[in-house]
C-alpha cells in the first residue's frame, strides 16, 4: 500500500467509524438490536428460535477427540478459553485470519487460510481447476485426489483450518458470481463431490471448511453495512432441506470440521445469530460436531450469536476493522463476567475447536504457518495491522506443489465435456492447418497474477475471481501447448477477427472465448461479482468473433471457458460451428489438458453440471439478481425446488444442452442393469438413538482475575486480546433481555436426526443397480452414468420434478469392445421427501412406484435404462 492509499485508508476508516457509532447508537435503542427486526419479511416466513445450543461430543466417532479435548479445556482459563474462540483481528497474523492461543496446551494460533482450489496468496503452490471443473468430472476418485493434494498443500504452509469446499451458492441464480465455487446446480452432485473433497483434505490433518452455511446465493447486497442490511434469502422449510441444505448434510456426515456462517438472512435473522440454522438445523438436526465460523465481517452481535451457535469469529475485528473492537475476544470475557453467556456456551465452543483438532491429529507435529497471506517479501512485519509491529521471515516460500499437477491436469482434463462434434470433427490431426482466435488462448498481457486475486479476465480464464482463488505457479496456456503439439498453427491472438488472415479451404479455426464472475469486493468490467452488465453472454464480444470465424471459415471449433451457463444462441446452430467444447475453469494445466482432448489422445468425459438455456427468460424470474440499492432486499425462493433442470423438467422447456449432458470420441452401451434391495424401505426411517454422553464441566461462573492483563505483557497495539483492565468490574451480573424463546433447557431432539449428517438410517442403502457399460465405439473412453430418480408423487403426496439426479459413477478408460460393471447405490434419504409437518424424511413403503432412469443427461432422449421397483429394467 503507498502512503497516499494508507492515507486514503485511514480516512475511510474513520468516517467508516464515525457512521458505525452513529448507527449503533441509533439502532440499538431497542433490545434486540437493528439486526433482530424482522419488520421487512413476508408475513409468510419466520425464524423460529431454537436454543440453547445442543452441547457437541455426543456421536461416537469423535467420543476420543471430545475426551481429549474436556481433558485439557477443564484446566484453561478464561482468557485461554476466549483466545481459542475469537480472531486476533484483520492483519494481525501470517494467515487471512488467526485465533489466539493457548500455548500452555500446546495450541498455537490457528491459521485459517482460504480457499476451495489451493492456497489463496502464496507461492510454490498449485492452482487446481475450480469447483465447477470437478464437479464436471462426475468422477469421485478425481474428487477425492482433488481434495488430498489442496490438503497435502495447505498442511504443507501450516495452515490448520482451509477454506473450502463450497456448497452454497448451490447454484439457484446463474447469473451469480460464485456458483464456479462449487460443484453444479444439483444438491446430490454437491453434496458426493464435497465429501470426497473433506474426506480427501482431512485425510492430511488439516480442517476443512464446508461454506457458505447458507443461501449466500447472490454477490451483491450480500453485507450488511451501516445504509442497507444485507439481504434475506426467505425459503420454506422443505425447499431448504430439500435441495440447499442437503450438500452440508452430506459434508457433516462425512466429519467436515468446521462449517462457515454466510453473510445474509434466512428468514429475517442474520445467518451469524440464527439460532434454527445454528443451535436448531445444524448441530441437532444434523449433529455437526465440528465449530461455526462465521464469514469475514459477518458477525454483529456478541451475545446474540454466540447463544445462536456461533463458535468462532474471523477476523476478530467488531463491525470496521483496525479500530480494536470486537464483538468477542474481551467482550466475550466480560459476558461470561457478568453472566449473560453462560459458561456451558464458551466452554462447548471451545471444546468443539479443541476436540476438531485433535480429531484431525493437529496435537501431533503439526507445522507452523510458514507463509504470510499479507506480503510476498520473505521479511516483514508479523502483525501488519499494527503500525509498529515486530519483524521477522514471513515467507519461507516452501514448495507444496510436489506432483499435483497431475491431479490438476486430469480433473481439467476429464471435465473437459463435448457439447457439439458434428461429423466427428474433433478430435483434430495434429498436422491440420489451424488458425487459433481470441485471447482467451493466450496469456494474460500484463503478466501472470497481475490482477490481484485475479480480479480481471485478461488471457485464458483458469478460474473467477475473489478470495476463492489462488495464485497460478505458472500457466501453461492453451496457446503454449498447441504451439507445441502441432506443426501448422497461425495464432491471432485478439478478440477482433482479423482482417488480414489468409483462409485455404481445409483450414481450420479454434475460437476462445470466455465468461468471467466473482467475489463481490472486485468489480471487473462492470461486473460487481455477479454478472449483472456481461449477461450471459461471452466477454469481450466473443459472439461476434465465432460468427465472424464462421463466415470466413468452413471448419469453426469453439472453446469456452466459463463459470456457468452462457447463451450460445448467436452461433451455435451455424453451419461452420462443428464443434463446441465447454473447458470449464481449468486452473494452471490449461492448455496442455484441452490438447490431449483436442488432439484425440483422450476422449472427453465430462459432462455439464448445469443447464444450458436457449435463453434467459427460460429461468423461473424469481433466479434473476436482485439490485435494490434501498432497504433489505426480500429475496423469496418462490420457485421452490425448481432450479436449474428441475425448473427445465417441470415447465417442460427443452434447454439448450440439458444438466448432464457430454459427448464423446466413442459410444457406449448400457446391458444387464438389475436392481437389488438391500433394506426393506419404511414410510419414516427407524427411529433415531438417543443421544451419548458429553462432556460436563463446572458450571460456576470463572474469577475475573483470569483475564486480567498478564504482568509485564508485551502488547500489540489494536491486536484483539482475551484481557479486561478492569475485569472485577465486568463481574456485576444484571437482567439481560435475551431473545425471544431463549432458553437453557436442552430442547427435544428433532427425530431426523441421530448422527452426523442426521438419522444414520437414511444412509442405509435401499437399492443396488448394477449396469454393464460397454464401449462400442472405435476409440477409448469413459462413460459416466448417471442414475435419476422418479418418486411416486400421488403417493408421498406433494409435487415433484419427475426425474432428480441422486447417484452417478464413471467407468476407467475402456478400450473399444472392453466392458466395466458399475453399481450405483441409493439410500433411503435419496428416496424420500421432507416432511414438514412430521419433520421427517418421507419414503414410498417398499419402494413402490419409484423409477430409476440410467442416462447420459437428466433429457428423456439420453436416457438409456428404466428400471421400475418391482420389475425387471428395460433398455429404452
Ligand atoms: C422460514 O420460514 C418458513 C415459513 O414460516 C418456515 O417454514 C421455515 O422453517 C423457516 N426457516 C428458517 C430456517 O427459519
Ligand atoms: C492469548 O493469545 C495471545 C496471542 O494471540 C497470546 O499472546 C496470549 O498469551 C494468549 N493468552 C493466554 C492466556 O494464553
Ligand atoms: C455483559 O457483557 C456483554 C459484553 O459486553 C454485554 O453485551 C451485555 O450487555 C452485558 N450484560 C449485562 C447484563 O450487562
Ligand atoms: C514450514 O514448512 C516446513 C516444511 O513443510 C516445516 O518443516 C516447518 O515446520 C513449517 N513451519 C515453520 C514455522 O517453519
Ligand atoms: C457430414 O458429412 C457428410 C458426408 O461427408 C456430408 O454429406 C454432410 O454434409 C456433412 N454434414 C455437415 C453438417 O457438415
Ligand atoms: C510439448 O510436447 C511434448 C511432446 O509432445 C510434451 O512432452 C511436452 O510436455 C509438451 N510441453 C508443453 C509445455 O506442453
Ligand atoms: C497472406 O498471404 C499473402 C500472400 O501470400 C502474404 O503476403 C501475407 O503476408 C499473408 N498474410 C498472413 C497474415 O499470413
Ligand atoms: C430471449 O428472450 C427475450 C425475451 O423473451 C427475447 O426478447 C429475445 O429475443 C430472446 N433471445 C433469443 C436469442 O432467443
Ligand atoms: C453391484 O454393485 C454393488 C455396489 O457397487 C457391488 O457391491 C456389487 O458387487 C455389484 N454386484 C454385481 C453383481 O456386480
Ligand atoms: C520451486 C519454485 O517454484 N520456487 C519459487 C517459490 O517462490 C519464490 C517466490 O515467488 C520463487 O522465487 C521461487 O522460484
Redesign the pocket.
Known amino acids: 500500500m503507498t502512503v497516499v492509499a494508507f492515507r486514503r485508508f485511514l480516512f475511510l476508516i474513520s468516517l467508516l467509524w464515525v457512521l458505525h457509532v452513529t448507527a449503533t447508537r441509533h439502532f440499538n435503542g431497542d433490545n434486540e438490536g437493528f439486526l433482530n427486526k424482522r419488520t421487512d419479511l413476508p408475513a409468510e416466513y419466520s425464524t423460529p428460535d431454537y436454543y440453547p445450543t445442543p452441547i457437541g461430543g455426543w456421536v461416537d466417532e469423535w467420543t476420543d477427540a471430545y475426551v481429549k479435548a474436556q481433558k485439557i479445556v477443564s484446566s484453561m ?1 478464561l ?2 478459553k476466549v ?1 481459542l474462540t475469537s480472531g ?1 483481528g484483520y492483519l494481525m497474523g501470517p494467515c487471512v485470519g488467526n485465533t ?5 496446551f500446546g495450541i498455537p ?1 490457528l491459521c485459517l487460510q482460504d480457499g476451495p482450489l489451493g492456497i489463496r496468496n502464496t507461492e510454490n503452490n498449485t492452482a487446481f481447476p475450480a469447483g465447477v471443473t470437478t464437479g464436471a468430472t462426475w468422477d469421485k476418485q478425481l474428487m477425492y485426489a482433488r481434495g488430498v493434494a489442496i490438503g497435502e498443500e495447505a498442511r504443507g504452509k501450516g495452515i490448520n483450518v482451509q477454506m473450502g469446499p463450497v456448497v452454497g451458492p448451490l447454484g439457484r441464480k446463474p447469473r451469480s458470481g460464485r456458483t464456479w465455487e462449487g460443484f453444479g446446480a444439483d444438491p446430490s452432485l454437491q453434496g458426493i463431490a464435497a465429501a470426497e473433497t473433506i474426506k480427501g483434505m482431512q485425510s492430511t490433518g488439516v480442517i476443512a471448511t464446508l461454506k457458505h452455511y447458507i443461501l449466500n446465493e447472490q454477490e451483491m447486497y450480500r453485507m450488511t453495512n451501516v445504509l442497507q442490511r444485507g439481504y434475506s434469502s426467505d425459503i420454506d422449510d422443505r425447499t431448504l432441506h430439500e435441495i440447499y441444505l442437503w450438500p452440508f448434510a452430506e459434508g457433516v456426515r462425512v466429519g467436515v470440521g468446521s462449517i462457515m456462517a454466510s453473510y445474509n438472512d434466512v428468514n429475517g435473522t442474520l445467518a451469524t445469530q440464527n439460532s434454527m440454522l445454528l443451535n436448531g438445523l445444524l448441530k441437532d438436526e444434523l449433529g455437526f460436531q465440528g465449530f461455526v465460523v462465521s464469514d469475514w465481517y459477518a458477525q454483529f452481535s456478541g451475545v446474540g450469536s454466540a447463544l445462536a451457535g456461533l463458535d468462532m469469529t474471523m477476523p476478530g475485528d467488531g463491525a470496521v476493522p483496525l479500530l480494536g473492537d470486537s464483538f468477542w475476544n474481551f467482550e466475550l470475557s466480560r459476558s461470561i463476567l457478568n453472566g449473560t453467556i453462560p459458561i456451558e456456551r464458551l466452554n462447548d465452543m471451545v471444546t468443539r475447536i479443541v476436540a476438531t483438532w485433535y480429531k484431525l491429529g493437529q496435537d501431533e507435529d503439526y507445522p507452523l504457518p510458514n507463509f504470510s497471506t499479507n506480503t510476498e517479501d520473505a521479511t516483514g512485519p508479523l502483525y501488519p495491522g499494527a503500525l509498529i509491529s515486530p519483524s521477522g521471515v514471513v515467507n519461507q516460500f516452501v514448495n507444496v506443489q510436489a506432483n499435483h499437477n497431475t491431479v490438476a491436469k486430469a480433473v481439467a482434463r476429464d471435465a473437459i465435456t463435448l457439447l457439439k462434434n458434428t461429423n466427428n470433427t474433433l478430435p483434430l490431426s495434429k498436422d491440420a492447418s489451424l488458425k487459433v482466435f481470441g485471447t482467451d488462448a493466450g496469456a494474460n498481457s500484463g503478466g501472470l497474477n497481475s490482477c490481484s486475486d485475479q480480479g480481471c479476465d485478461n488471457g485464458v480464464l483458469t478460474m473467477g475471481w475473489g478470495s476463492g482463488t489462488a495464485r497460478l505457479p505458472y500457466l501453461i496456456t492453451p496457446q503454449d501447448a498447441i504451439a507445441n503439439a502441432t506443426t501448422n498453427t497461425e495464432f491471432y491472438i485478439s478478440d477482433t477477427f482479423p482482417s488480414s488472415v489468409n483462409i485455404s479451404s481445409g483450414d481450420i479455426a479454434i475460437v476462445f472465448i470466455n465468461a468471467d464472475s466473482g467475489e463481490n469486493y472486485i468489480t471487473v468490467e462492470e461486473n460487481p461479482g455477479d454478472r449483472t452488465s456481461a449477461n450471459l453472454y461471452a466477454w469481450h464480444n466473443g459472439d461476434q468473433l465465432v460468427q465472424d470465424a464462421s463466415a470466413k471459415f468452413n471448419t469453426v471449433v469453439v472453446v469456452v471457458h466459463s463459470v456457468g451457463p452462457i447463451i450460445m444462441e448467436k452461433w451455435i446452430d451455424l453451419p461452420s460451428v462443428k464443434a463446441v467444447l465447454a473447458a470449464h475453469l481449468p486452473g494452471q494445466e490449461a492448455g496442455d489438458s484441452l490438447v490431449d482432448i483436442l488432439f484425440g489422445d483422450y476422449s472427453p468425459s465430462g459432462h455439464l453440471p448445469y443447464t444450458v438455456p436457449h435463453n434467459e427468460s427460460e429461468y423461473p424470474t424469481s433466479v434473476g439478481l436482485i439490485n435494490q440499492v434501498i432497504g433489505q432486499i426480500q429475496d423469496t425462493y418462490s420457485e421452490r425446488i425448481y432450479i436449474d433442470y428441475r425448473h427445465f423438467l417441470q415447465a417442460n422447456i427443452t434447454p439448450r444442452y440439458p444438466f448432464g449432458y457430454g459427448l464423446s470420441y466413442t459410444s457406449f452401451n448400457l446391458s444387464g442393469a438389475e436392481v437389488t434391495s438391500r433394506t426393506l424401505l419404511t414410510q419414516y426411517p427407524p427411529a433415531r438413538a438417543a443421544k451419548g454422553p458429553t462432556p460436563a464441566y463446572s458450571t460456576s461462573i470463572p474469577p475475573a482475575s483470569q483475564v486480567a492483563w ?1 504482568e509485564d505483557f508485551n502488547h500489540i497495539w489494536r ?1 484483539l ?2 484481557y479486561l483492565d478492569d475485569p472485577s468490574a465486568a463481574t456485576s451480573t444484571a437482567p439481560y433481555p435475551y431473545p425471544t424463546g431463549y432458553t437453557t433447557t436442552p430442547h427435544p431432539v428433532p427425530r431426523a436426526g441421530g448422527s452426523q449428517g442426521g438419522n444414520p438410517a437414511l444412509w442405509d442403502i435401499v437399492f443396488t443397480i448394477n449396469v454393464t457399460v460397454t464401449n462400442v465405439g472405435d476409440r477409448s473412453g469413459r462413460a459416466v452414468v448417471q442414475l435419476y430418480v422418479e418418486l411416486p408423487a400421488d403417493t408421498l403426496g406433494v409435487d415433484l420434478p419427475p426425474r432428480q439426479l441422486r447417484q452417478f459413477e464413471k467407468t476407467s478408460i475402456l478400450l473399444p469392445g472392453e466392458s466395466e460393471s458399475l453399481g450405483l447405490t441409493v439410500t433411503r434419504k435419496d428416496l424420500s421427501v421432507w416432511d414438514v409437518v412430521v419433520q421427517d424424511w418421507l419414503a414410498p413403503v417398499d419402494g413402490q412406484g419409484i423409477k430409476f432412469w440410467l442416462g447420459e443427461s437428466v433429457a428423456m432422449e439420453d436416457m438409456r435404462v428404466l428400471c421400475t421397483v418391482g420389475q425387471e429394467c428395460e433398455n429404452i
Open positions: 482459563t482468557a485461554e483466545n486476533t489466539g492461543s493457548a500455548l500452555r494460533n498478564p491486536y486480546y482475551p
